[in-house]
Nanobody, 125 residues
């Protein structure tokens, strides 16, 4: 059974930082693309960032480029999302996702069969 365990959400002031962690189990970590989607109240779910572990390619939504950084720790089988210069519009539930990338847009949510339970990120102004 595949499980994606997230941690690191919380409340922070605008301009602050948070780091999210995702520790998958039940899958071959080095074969998967692992990343994050988010969903704010009343809005559609959107792709935030993803790292393709087989080749290290990183993807970012335009709205977070230059502020968020995604990395994999292969020794710990954990993916981290470092979020700096946070804005109130970053407030959302963040979900860890995983799939083997075989084509298609990296941020197409319907391609992902594995989702974490979500962690709340709240940025106050």
């Amino acid at each position: 059974e595949v499980r994606l365990v997230e941690s690191g959400g919380g409340l922070v002031q605008a301009g602050g930082s948070l780091r999210l962690s995702c520790a998958p189990s039940g899958l071959d970590f080095e074969r998967y693309g692992i990343g994050w989607f988010r969903q704010a109240p009343g809005k559609e779910r959107e792709g935030v960032s993803l790292i393709n572990n087989p080749d290290g390619t990183r993807y970012y939504a335009d709205s977070v480029k230059g502020r968020f950084t995604i990395d994999s720790d292969y020794a710990k089988n954990t993916v981290y999302l470092q979020m700096d210069s946070l804005k109130p519009e970053d407030t959302a539930v963040y979900f860890c996702v995983a799939r083997v990338l075989k084509g298609g847009a990296w941020d197409q949510s319907s391609y992902f069969g594995h989702w974490g339970q979500g962690t709340q990120v709240t940025v106050s102004s």
